[in-house]
Nanobody, 126 residues
Framework: QVQLVESGGGLLQAGGSLRLSCAASGRTFSSYGVGWFRQAPGKEREFVAAIRWRGGRTYYADSVKGRFTISGDNAKNTVSLRMNSLRPEDTAVYYC???????????????????WGQGIQVTVSS
């Protein structure tokens, strides 16, 4: 069993930066893909970014490519999402998720994940 806890959310103005962290307990990320998703009010949960824990390959949604960076820290068992040049449309609840299965794809589907954090709010004002 894996427990995930997100931190680092908040309220900020457009153009600012924020760093979200996801800490895992129970089991390590070592065999998993780890991803970030977000859900805005009235919208479906959408993929943001993912990292393949073995090898470190990363994947991004087109809407955040070039602005967001996902990274992992094996020693600390954490995954971070650095968000730059934030826009009002980035406002959402952000969720960390971990997958216990190998997929050859890019871990973009929520169904590929077994464990989810409780979510953390990010609000970007214009």
């Amino acid at each position: 069993q894996v427990q995930l806890v997100e931190s680092g959310g908040g309220l900020l103005q457009a153009g600012g930066s924020l760093r979200l962290s996801c800490a895992a307990s129970g089991r390590t990320f070592s065999s998993y893909g780890v991803g970030w998703f977000r859900q805005a009010p009235g919208k479906e949960r959408e993929f943001v970014a993912a990292i393949r824990w073995r090898g470190g390959r990363t994947y991004y949604a087109d809407s955040v490519k070039g602005r967001f960076t996902i990274s992992g820290d094996n020693a600390k068992n954490t995954v971070s999402l650095r968000m730059n040049s934030l826009r009002p449309e980035d406002t959402a609840v952000y969720y960390c998720a971990a997958s216990s299965s190998y997929y050859s794809g890019s871990y973009t589907a929520p169904g590929e994940y077994d464990y989810w954090g409780q979510g953390i709010q990010v609000t970007v004002s214009s």
